[in-house]
């Protein structure tokens, strides 16, 4: 079974910038759809960025800073994060649009001054 796994988090400061990469342990190129989501505390996981082979959506909170990429070759699949806030503190996740793999770790983001 193909798992995943996230790296890249850390603390920085508010509008300072972070790439998250999630390596998949298998072929992810024939997942139609995959996906980073956030977790507050105490709060259901809720979906940060989603990228097809033509296609990306973002929540609204986070259009015009975070930019999802993936590249199948390297089974990885990418978060560019920009001008974060304090609000964008959470543990984050990758996975398909219909969580297909078993949950990761997680990579913690920590946006403090």
């Known amino acids: 079974q193909v798992q995943v796994a996230e790296s890249g988090g850390g603390l920085v400061q508010p509008g300072g910038s972070l790439r998250l990469s999630c390596v998949a342990s298998?072929?992810?190129?024939?997942?139609?759809?995959m996906a980073w989501f956030r977790q507050f505390p105490g709060v259901q996981r809720e979906l940060v960025a989603l990228?097809?082979?033509?296609?990306?959506n973002y929540a609204d909170s986070v259009k015009g800073r975070f930019i999802i990429s993936r590249d199948n070759s390297l089974n990885t699949v990418y978060l560019q994060m920009n001008n974060l806030k304090p609000e964008d503190t959470a543990i984050y996740y990758c996975?398909?649009?219909?969580?297909?793999?078993?949950w990761g770790q997680g990579t913690q983001v920590t946006v403090s001054s």
């Open positions: 298998g072929d992810i190129s024939k997942t139609y759809a």
């Open positions: 990228i097809t082979s033509g296609f990306t």
């Open positions: 996975n398909s649009d219909r969580y297909a793999f078993p």
